[in-house]
């Protein structure tokens, strides 16, 4: 099996391919950076130190001896992409390459534009590869549960779900609501894969995924493998926002009332769930779309959970609700339909949270010291109002 | 009243500035000339031959005396859009800057991709400007009735529609379903802009256009003020097509079978209609939608109402059924509400379409000559399988 993961130098782009890597496949990263820099950009870094890509591929050589190639390469350039992927003929492509912070894009006029431009461009640009190259391929693409917002329906894992509307009935897209330029730019790359299935049988895994914390997979054994951590108000998701806070004697900042529910799942189980199905592909000319997460939340839990772990490891945290920077529903009805996981063996998590959080904050401690320097880069300063 | 129209140099961008000179307002145009260029690249030209735009400028000071302002610009350039709405300090912004061909948008990854950046990367700039300038400037965007494709259900004049699914009950975005990536790009714009409205309170009428047919409006009435009329397959809307084989003799190209239905209107209502709504914005912080167009015909219906009009003028022509490069339903059920037009006093077309297009092969019979030359750009090439 040969996949393209674009965006391999990413979070969990480096993670699966390190998971696809021990599974004995042939990987192809493309990665234009972006991340690194705009992490930058933002005033922060990774909370573990990562190495640089060159170091990386030696790293994977070393401990793997694993059939692993790079390409520093930017995915909104068509014909850079048209290259590597007639060069290398995977048979599936997982698309990570998007700006995939909503309060990046919410920083300005140009982050707005940025994030439409790079995520919409790049999911074109691969439809069309794909249609002129080998309308075969799979592609994986990473979508987000925000799509969605908080409907008061139950989300569907389909593209298309049956409406009444003003007493007349149709097969409509399952609608979406989403809640930052970020969220938004996924739910027209979800339109536009539609559109392109539909029309010229495209194969798509379009994936609907929950925040993920961890800093640990199975593969992940040594520190040359570690993974991007990121914990500052732009790039960090949740959890693992708290496990640094919590690292840094920090009160964990919990948004709003913390009423707010989501789907989360770990590191571990996102590369597996993706190692599956890039495995168990849709029929040629599917739609596919899977709900990713093993649990739901919400924010209090999560903050208690966080409590928890840390006082086995003999710290006191407190959570602090400051004033939600973001614009959505507190207390919400929320009932993502969860069927494709657990029919690929993915019925629940296959490590404890409080465990995985444990772990977090045990690999975190170890550099608290250079976390030290980035406690002011924590605290959310971009408003949605 | 000060307008900005953006796109001021195309179709409707032209004609709707003269109908807001001739009622006295001040217009700011904005445009990249993009269209002139982009017909040129497709081997066409505009049927009726038209100004540049100095000469426009000019011909606006001569005839009408008007207060006028031609600025050439690219309202992806957020500086530049950002200055110039800064200066003009308008009461109202139309914007008409966007890739308006789904045949254009359909030739290739580059020219999907451009239709995509284009025409979301102005919209976002739009709505970033006018939030950081002055949340009361009305947006009037343009948007097209192709953006639901041809559902089941009665299409409303709003942004959310209740909706039963799997039953439970919720406010959702009006179901959309486009058929090129144009016309999915207006839908993505739509999206945008409901979550600014909703985000930002801006004031938003989101304007669900027909094909719009026609080479005069009461203002054009000398040659110096034709707007371009394009007819070739990527550029010509459907009746002006017609009209322009007619002229030249060549059978009528009707897609398929030609049971598909629009809803049309002419060049005159259309500028008119849009005139009103700019006088007659929502409140402030609303978001009107507007289905606008006077009547629905069927292509074949359209293939009739042209031969007889061309026999008036003495021309035979007859209708060919050829092979529907696009991918849409030939019949199917279709019924848009129409309620925003009509409480603006526009209840019916101001003039019957057969005069109407009696009108445009009139007009286009003094231009035979020229149009000889583009014979061959008529027939579709670019198709979407």
Redesign the interface.
């Known amino acids: 099996m040969r996949v393209i993961v674009l965006g391999g130098d990413g979070y969990l782009g480096w993670a699966l391919t390190l998971r696809l890597i021990a599974r004995g496949y042939e990987v192809v990263a493309v990665d234009n950076l972006y991340t690194r820099r705009a992490v930058e950009e933002c005033g922060s870094t990774s909370a573990l130190p990562i190495l640089n890509t060159v170091e990386r591929a030696k790293a994977i050589k070393e401990i793997f001896d694993g059939n692993y190639k790079f390409y520093m390469a930017d995915v ?1 350039d ?1 014909h850079e992409l048209y290259k590597i992927i007639e060069e290398s003929k995977p048979d599936a492509i997982v698309h990570f390459a998007e700006q995939r912070s909503a309060p990046y894009s919410m920083r ?3 982050h ?2 940025y994030t ?2 790079n995520n ?2 790049s999911t ?2 691969l439809i ?2 794909v249609k ?1 190259i080998d309308k075969n391929i799979h592609i994986v693409k990473m979508g987000t549960l925000g799509e969605y917002g908080t ?4 989300i ?1 894992e389909s593209a298309f ?6 007493d ?3 097969s ?2 399952v ?5 930052s ?1 970020y969220h ?1 730019s996924k ?2 790359d979800t ?2 894969l539609i ?1 392109a299935n ?3 049988g495209i194969t798509v895994t379009d994936i609907m995924q929950g925040p993920v914390y961890g800093s640990r997979t199975k593969d992940i054994r040594d520190e040359r493998l570690f993974t991007r951590l990121d914990f500052d108000e732009t790039w960090g998701t949740v959890l693992n926002r708290f496990c640094v806070e919590a690292v840094l004697g920090l009160p964990l900042t919990v948004y709003g009332r913390g009423g707010q529910t989501r789907g989360f799942l770990s590191l571990e189980d996102s590369v597996e769930a993706l190692a599956r199905l890039i495995e168990h592909p849709p029929e040629t000319g599917g739609y596919r779309v899977v709900n990713q997460f093993t649990q739901a939340y919400s924010i209090n839990e999560l903050a208690k959970i966080v409590s928890n772990a840390a006082a086995k490891l003999g710290i006191e945290v407190k959570a602090d609700h400051i004033e939600n920077p973001r ?1 959505e529903k507190e207390e919400h009805y929320y009932n993502p339909e969860r069927k494709v996981l657990p029919s690929l063996g993915l019925s629940k998590p296959s490590v404890d949270i409080e465990d995985a959080v444990y772990e977090i904050i045990r690999d975190l401690s170890n550099y608290k010291e250079r976390l030290e320097a980035y406690k002011e880069v924590i605290m959310p300063k971009v408003r ?2």
Chains 1, 2 share one sequence.
Do not use: C, G, Q
């Not at 779900?161 to 003003?166: E, G, L, S, Y």
């Open positions: 909104t068509y300005s006029a140009r707005a534009a439409m431009y919409i461009v074109i640009n069309y590869a002129e409907p008061n329906f139950d569907p779900v049956d409406a009444h509307i003003n007349k009935k149709d409509i897209i609608p979406k609501f989403a809640n330029w938004w739910v027209h339109n536009n559109f539909k029309l010229w614009v949605w109002r």
